[in-house]
């Protein structure tokens, strides 16, 4: 697997800040380079080192996006493991075990044919629960992703009863924190360590995002089946192919979660336009239970080390 | 019986079970107190394990707190509500209500406002909502609305307590100790029944009783917002917010009747809470009754009829499925059975009464429960219902906020009279005036002595 990759590369960062945000290399960068749709501001974020003075002096942000292509989905049952986007999703964040930001679900679909259907935060512009925060802990950062502030949080799950799609976790008692999270230079963009009695979901890898990765999900999935889009630039990529973002929706019916309550979620489905997609109702496929990040002997360091792998192959990419 | 010995009787009885303390209630107070202090144990816990220790989970993330949260500001509505709408509009049977009733108010409002900071994740941060506090969100709206409901109803409390505890700095000053003397003579602010005096205090009343009822309204209201904000089924509806506000107003009614039964039997008030007043708080149960259940029928009419995806999946719960026992007790015994009881004049007595109330009580803390769970525990994607059995930390903590609510209503009724002893008074001053118009009585009976 091209993710699961390590390459030993030197550990040039202080063990204070595991995750490397310098650079923009590969993923949304390199969409951009190799698509025809525009050049997207590198400079801007090579020194994005501290991002808030670097965001205020540049011109429109990024708005990101995400599409899933469902003909793509099989929950990992053809490979017989359990749902790799989640796996991806529990060992980048550290999800505290019981919890899982990212969930794939099996559902039904028009004409009976069963697919799965892999379900994290929505990003909603009209977000609900964003709305009901009694202390603003939760809020869209400048480029629309919903973010939780968990030194605001107050831990009183008002956001939890408004989410209509199921998204939002809780951390009852003493969450799981891998050894050295004390450490970590917590923000609401790479929230670690996880705090007891506060609320927390899917972030979009927002972290990964500002050093130019595609989500951990996304890169994860096998398949490539979940894109990250800029919604500014109107491009997006799963990591392998870069197509123009709006046109891929409209030429694939694209559809999102419960349009109709007008959350106008920032994650849309390709349900696929005439292809056969889905399985058969008695293939009785059901996708294995992912490990949590302790089953998969996760580790700050491990992860520093993927991320440095991550990067190495896409600047190649780009080239 | 002459004027002066009414009022003199009216005095000892109403006095009366403010000095000494017999052998059952120290043991009746002591429980409460036992109750609570397992609740704060319970509590403790809570707070070093986390909500953990609670059923709650990441489907159904409100339980029993909750519940208790909108059953309290339930109960709390009715006792300043009524008291107020009732003292405008003089209405004379309200005389020997008033004082209790404000007193249940202000017990389920401080009961009411611990469970949501008991229910938070996060209770060291509780400090957040004033520095961060956020005015779109509905349960800031909570935060606003009940402190100040409860503000107004001490000050409503203690402001019609002003002539009784200067009656009582001045009767009792021999009799009990020199920290209760200050007590009366503090509550009391100098107060001598002058006319002066007299105006302002129905000036202050008449303000306080304008804002009360809004206050009561609102305070409601914004329970239900919290809800009726959301997309969730059972909970996704306009009407929520009148809904409450009767629901709210029934229950209270309903605790009105059983405090009131309850001091009646204990203090042996029977002369003055008399059948009378029972039949009047019957008349208005039933009234808030008719009309909760006439909003019970348009909420599931208007919802059972289109039957959306969640409301169908949910109804089917709740009437036919895990929740029907409690949904049908609660509509059966809890609504429709106190209302036609309080409703027939023959079966108005004061025992049948008091049951139904009773029993229209736990049908509503029952109703709070099935409004607040399932539309939690239905899923909003293809998953698993949610499941939720309350823990002992919460049936505890639960437990101990009923106590509370029991032992604040026992303190200050061994502290202050149970009874307004100068309503009642001013009622007969103003009855004397009426049938022979001889020059107004001097108020003698709440002069200083001496």
């Known amino acids: 697997m091209e993710t699961e990759r390590t390459s030993p590369q030197p550990a040039g960062k202080s063990p204070r800040q595991p995750l490397s945000r310098r650079r923009l290399l590969g993923g949304i960068g390199a969409a951009a380079a190799l698509g025809a749709t525009g050049v997207i501001p590198l400079a801007n974020h090579v020194s994005a080192e501290p991002e808030v003075k670097a965001s205020a002096s540049t011109g429109p942000k990024r708005q990101w996006a995400m599409v899933i292509d469902l003909r793509k989905c099989e929950g990992c049952t053809t490979i017989d493991k359990a749902p790799q986007c989640v796996e991806a999703c529990n060992a980048e964040h550290f999800v505290p075990p019981g919890q899982e930001w990212l969930q794939v679900f099996e559902v039904e679909g028009p004409g009976g044919h069963p697919h799965f259907l892999p379900r994290l935060c929505m990003q909603c512009e009209n977000a609900p629960c964003t709305k009901v925060c009694p202390v603003g802990a939760t809020y869209h950062n400048e480029e629309g992703i919903v973010l939780i502030n968990h030194d605001r949080c107050i831990g009183c799950r008002m956001c939890m009863a408004a989410c209509p799609y199921g998204v939002r976790r809780f951390n009852w008692g003493e969450p799981e924190n891998p050894p050295g999270a004390a450490l970590a230079n917590y923000s609401p963009e790479y929230p670690l360590p996880h705090r007891k009695g506060t609320v927390e979901k899917c972030m979009l890898c927002a972290h990964r995002a500002k050093d130019g990765k595609i989500p951990a999900c996304a890169s994860g999935c096998p398949m490539f089946a979940i894109s990250l889009a800029d919604m500014t630039e109107d491009v997006a990529t799963n990591g392998k192919d870069v197509f123009k973002f709006s046109r891929f929706l409209a030429d694939n019916s694209a559809y999102r979660l419960k349009e109709d309550l007008g959350t106008k979620p920032r994650v849309w489905y390709i349900p696929g336009h005439g292809q056969e997609y889905g399985h058969h109702v008695d293939d009785n496929l059901i996708p294995k239970e992912p490990r949590s990040w302790q089953e998969q002997g996760m580790t700050l360091d491990k992860l520093e080390e993927k991320h440095k792998a991550e990067e190495h192959p896409q600047t190649e990419g780009a080239k | ?450």
């Open chain 2, 1 to 450: 019986m002459n004027a002066s010995e009414r009022q003199q009787r009216l005095e000892e009885r109403v006095l009366a079970p403010l000095t000494g303390f017999s052998q059952t209630w120290f043991i009746w107070t002591g429980c409460l107190i036992a109750l609570s202090v397992l609740g704060f144990i319970a509590y403790a816990y809570q707070v070093r394990d986390g909500l953990a220790v609670t059923g709650m989970g990441d489907d159904v993330i409100w339980g029993v707190y909750i519940s208790n949260f909108v059953f309290f500001s339930g109960l709390s509505m009715a006792g300043t509500f009524i008291s107020a709408i009732l003292r405008l509009t003089g209405a004379e049977w309200r005389r020997p209500l008033t004082r209790f009733s404000e007193l249940t108010t202000v017990a389920a409002l401080s009961m009411c406002a611990l469970m949501p900071a008991i229910d938070m994740g996060r209770p060291d941060r509780l400090w957040h909502l004033l520095v961060y506090g956020r005015l779109e969100s509905p349960l800031l709206w909570d935060i606003l609305v009940i402190p100040t409901y409860l503000a107004a109803s001490l000050i409503y409390l203690f402001l019609f307590l002003i002539p009784d505890s200067a009656l009582l700095r001045d009767r009792t000053g021999v009799r009990v100790s020199g920290a209760r003397h200050r007590l009366y003579s503090i509550f009391g602010v100098r107060w001598r029944g002058l006319p002066e005096q007299r105006r302002r205090l129905e000036l202050g009343g008449t303000i306080m009783m304008l804002m009360i009822i809004p206050l009561g309204v609102a305070t409601h209201s914004v329970v239900s917002w919290i809800f009726g904000l959301t997309f969730r089924a059972g909970w996704n509806s306009t009407i929520f917010a009148p809904y409450f506000a009767v629901g709210a107003l029934y229950s209270g009614t309903a605790m009105l009747i059983t405090v009131m039964f309850i001091f009646r039997r204990v203090y042996h008030l029977e002369e003055y809470l008399t059948e009378k007043h029972f039949q009047y708080l019957a008349i208005l149960l039933a009234a808030f009754g008719i009309i909760y259940l006439y909003f019970t029928f348009a909420e599931y009419l208007t919802v059972t009829y289109k039957l959306e995806g969640g409301e169908d999946l949910l109804l089917g719960e709740l009437f036919f499925g895990r929740y029907a026992p409690l949904v049908w007790f609660g509509f059966f015994g809890g609504q429709l059975l106190p209302v036609v009881i309080a409703a027939i004049p023959k079966t108005r007595t004061i025992p049948l009464l008091v049951t139904v109330s009773v029993l229209a009580n736990i049908g509503m803390w029952i109703k709070r429960f099935v409004i607040v769970v399932p539309s939690l525990s239905l899923p909003l994607m293809p998953y698993a219902w949610g499941v939720y059995t309350p823990t002992a930390a919460e049936i505890f903590i639960t437990i101990a906020s009923f106590a509370g609510f029991a032992l604040l209503i026992t303190i200050f009724a061994k502290l202050f009279p149970i009874i307004s002893i100068w309503e009642m008074t001013e009622g007969w001053e103003e009855e004397h005036s009426a049938a022979e118009v001889p020059p107004a009585m001097p108020p003698a009976q709440l002069a200083p002595q001496g």
